[in-house]
């Protein structure tokens, strides 16, 4: 049981530069956010999805696209990667809207330079 | 606006001593409270929760929590600690947004936890 995969684990852009971040889930989750972890912030909401097709924004979501085409699978788009960007990306599924247990990938370090 | 509040950055424990980790929220409604824990480089993985009931939680590894209303508390504590305890702690809040169609989680800044031989 594979839970919440992202891919990559690590990533070095350039500041301009586009790239998606992967976030699957193999447990038939309606429920997928994507999160980031910056030292001393905790970790804030970027973009959330209740549903194939239904996306919404966060706490933080400028500068950041997502889709949600299946069930499984809840990319995050950086269309323009900015130095402010660099942190660490966690996506999380849910079965419910309570986030009674909320699953969370192992990360995606981005660094931006 | 809802808010989560763990006042220590950092605690350092000897092992085999009790740890408290407090936190402390802001949430109009009843709240949903979680602990999680995160070890370097790893993910966060769900220790306990409250929705509801009884006030004191168990929790996986030995943890438990205690939520006071009164005191808008959700303090994590542990009668002794291991070594293998030594993570990155937070507590969190869930919130549903208008409408109810999703709950989302708001952190803490985190509780870093060492602990000495």
């Known amino acids: 049981n594979a839970g919440v995969t992202q891919t990559p684990k690590f990533q070095v852009l350039k500041t301009g530069q586009s790239m998606t971040l992967q976030c699957a889930q193999d447990?038939?989750?309606?429920?997928m956010s994507w999160y980031r972890q910056d030292p001393g912030m905790g970790l804030r909401l970027i973009h959330y999805s209740v549903g194939a097709g239904i996306t919404d924004q966060g706490e933080v979501p400028n500068g950041y696209n997502v889709s949600r085409s299946t069930t499984e699978d809840f990319p995050l788009r950086l269309l323009s990667a900015a130095p402010s960007q660099t942190s660490v990306y966690f996506c999380a599924s849910s079965w419910d809207r309570k986030n009674t247990e909320a699953f969370f990938g192992q990360g995606t370090r981005l660094t931006v330079v | 606006a809802q808010s989560v509040t763990q006042p220590d950055i950092h605690i350092t424990v000897s092992e085999g001593a009790s740890l408290e980790l407090r936190c402390n929220y802001s949430?109009?409604?009843?709240?949903?409270l979680f602990w999680y824990v995160q070890s370097p480089g790893q993910g966060l993985q769900l220790l306990l929760k409250y929705f509801s009931g009884d006030t004191l939680v168990q929790g996986i590894k030995g943890f438990e929590a205690e939520f006071k209303r009164s005191q808008s508390s959700f303090n994590l504590r542990k009668p002794s600690v291991h070594w293998s305890d030594a993570a990155e702690y937070f507590c969190?809040?869930?919130?549903?947004?208008?409408?109810?169609?999703?709950?989302?989680?708001?952190f803490g800044k985190g509780t870093k936890l060492s602990v000495k031989p």
């Open positions: 969190a809040v869930g919130q549903l947004n208008y409408g109810g169609s999703q709950g989302n989680l708001i």
């Open positions: 949430y109009g409604a009843t709240p949903y």
């Open positions: 447990m038939n989750h309606e429920y």
